[in-house]
């Protein structure tokens, strides 16, 4: 049974800084592509960064220089450091891993982040 859980989401003041993490099971994490995207109340899905099985990342234009994902194969984890945070980023961050090798992508539940004064 796969199953992806997000934490670390939560209340964070302008400028702040948060860290979220997804922890993963029951896939072959180390060959599956790691996702986190948000979705803003109201507004459409949007991608925030991804990784690959070699650690190459891409970014939203909206939190490039902000966020900085990485992957542990070994923890079978993905975190997301997100900086400078601004109002505009509060959503509901879901992670998402997509494995090739059967063309299956897997949701998690998501994590409520909250940037407000």
């Known amino acids: 049974q796969v199953q992806l859980v997000e934490s670390g989401g939560g209340l964070v003041q302008p400028g702040g800084s948060l860290r979220l993490s997804c922890a993963a099971s029951?896939?072959?994490?180390?060959?599956?592509?790691m996702v986190w995207y948000r979705q803003a109340p109201g507004k459409q899905r949007e991608l925030v960064a991804d990784?690959?099985?070699?650690?190459?990342?891409r970014y939203g234009d909206s939190v490039k220089d902000r966020f900085f994902v990485s992957r542990d194969n070994a923890k079978r984890t993905m975190d997301l450091q997100m900086n400078s945070l601004k109002p505009e980023d509060t959503a509901v961050y879901y992670c998402?891993?997509?494995?090739?090798?059967?063309?299956?992508?897997?949701w998690g539940k998501g994590t409520l982040v909250t940037v407000s004064s």
């Open positions: 998402k891993a997509y494995d090739s090798q059967v063309d299956m992508e897997y």
């Open positions: 029951g896939i072959i994490y180390s060959k599956s592509a």
């Open positions: 990784i690959t099985p070699g650690g190459r990342t």
